[in-house]
C-alpha cells in the first residue's frame, strides 16, 4: 500500500503541520510520497531528511530576524521575506541551520514540490531531480507570494506560490499511484477560504501576470473545493485530514513566537490521528 502525504504550507501557519511532522519522526511514521506548497515543502524536506525540530527553529527563532522577513526586505528587494536568506544563508551545507541534502537525497520517499508559473498561471511539479546540494530553488519558487514577494526565477522561468497551482493536490497524489493519504491543513478544516486579500493582491501583479493574477483570484474557490474532495475521499477511508480547531492567532505573515508555539503544540498531539490512520 502507497501513502502519501500533502502539507498544503500557509505561511507562519505551517508551524502547525511542522508539530505533526515532529510527531511522525519521534513515532517513525514514514511515508512513500510527500507533496509540500510553500511552507509546506520546506516542511517536509526536513521531515524526509529526519531533522526533528529543524523546521521549528527556523518559524520560532530565524523568522524574527529582520534578515528573514520585513519590510525592509520588501524595499530593499521587492520580498517581504528573502528566500535566499532562508532556503541558501541559513540552509545552504556551510549555513547555520543546513538542510541534510544526502538525506533528503538517499530516503526513498518520493517528494514533489508544487510551484506556479508566474506566466501561465499552472502547476509546475518539481521533484527530487530538481533539488541538489546547496540548490534549493524550487522552495524559494513554492513560497513565492504573489507581490508579496517577487517570482522566483528558475532556468529563467518566474515561479509564484505553489497554491496558484494546485492548492491541494490530492488527486496528484492519488495520480502517483497512492491507495491513501494524509492532507495536512493549518486552518481549521471546516473554514471556507474567502477571496478579498486574493484579489487586492491579484491587482497588483495583473499588469505583467495576468495569468497567475486569475488564478490567484481562484484560489479560494479551488482550495475549497479541494478541501470538499478530500472530505469525501475521508469518508471512503482513503484519506485523513489533519486541521487545527483553530490557528491561534497566527496568519500567513504573523510572527509570535508564543502564538506559533501553540499552534505547534496543537500540530503534534493531532499527530496522533496519523498513527491511528496507518495502524
Not at 27 to 52: M, P
Not at 197 to 221: F, G, V
Amino acid at each position: 500500500m502507497k501513502i502519501g502525504i500533502i502539507d498544503v504550507g500557509g505561511g507562519f501557519r505551517g508551524i502547525y503541520a511542522c508539530g505533526v511532522l515532529d510527531y511522525c519522526l519521534d513515532k517513525n511514521i514514514r511515508f512513500d510520497l510527500g507533496i509540500g506548497i510553500s511552507a509546506g515543502s520546506a516542511n517536509l524536506a526536513s521531515y524526509i531528511a529526519g531533522q526533528r525540530g529543524r523546521n521549528f527553529t527556523f518559524y520560532t527563532e530565524y523568522a524574527l530576524r529582520k534578515q528573514y522577513a520585513g519590510v525592509g526586505n520588501f524595499i530593499r528587494k521587492r520580498s517581504f521575506i528573502d528566500m535566499d536568506y532562508v532556503y541558501s544563508t541559513l540552509s545552504n551545507h556551510d549555513g547555520e541551520n543546513p538542510l541534510d541534502y544526502t538525506a533528503l537525497r538517499d530516503d526513498p520517499m518520493e517528494f514533489i514540490v508544487v510551484a506556479a508559473n508566474a506566466e501561465t498561471g499552472e502547476a509546475k511539479y518539481f521533484d527530487k531531480r530538481d533539488i541538489r546540494q546547496d540548490n534549493y530553488d524550487v522552495f524559494k519558487a513554492s513560497s513565492s507570494i504573489p507581490f508579496v514577494c517577487k517570482p522566483y526565477f528558475i532556468q529563467g522561468t518566474p515561479y509564484y506560490d505553489g497554491a496558484l497551482g494546485d492548492p491541494v493536490p490530492i488527486e496528484k497524489a492519488f495520480a502517483l499511484g497512492c491507495d491513501r493519504v494524509v492532507v495536512l491543513l493549518t486552518k481549521p478544516e471546516n473554514v471556507l477560504r474567502t477571496s478579498e486579500q486574493d484579489e487586492k493582491l491579484a491587482a497588483r501583479i495583473r499588469k505583467k501576470y495576468p495569468h497567475a493574477a486569475e488564478k490567484l483570484r481562484q484560489r479560494a474557490n479551488r482550495y475549497n473545493e479541494g478541501v470538499a474532495l478530500a472530505q469525501e475521499y475521508a469518508r471512503q477511508g482513503k484519506a485523513l485530514i489533519v486541521a487545527p480547531d483553530d490557528t491561534c492567532g497566527v496568519s500567513t505573515l504573523s510572527r509570535d513566537p508564543t502564538n506559533m508555539k501553540r499552534l505547534y503544540d496543537k500540530g503534534y498531539a493531532d499527530g496522533e490521528k496519523i498513527k491511528a490512520f496507518m495502524s
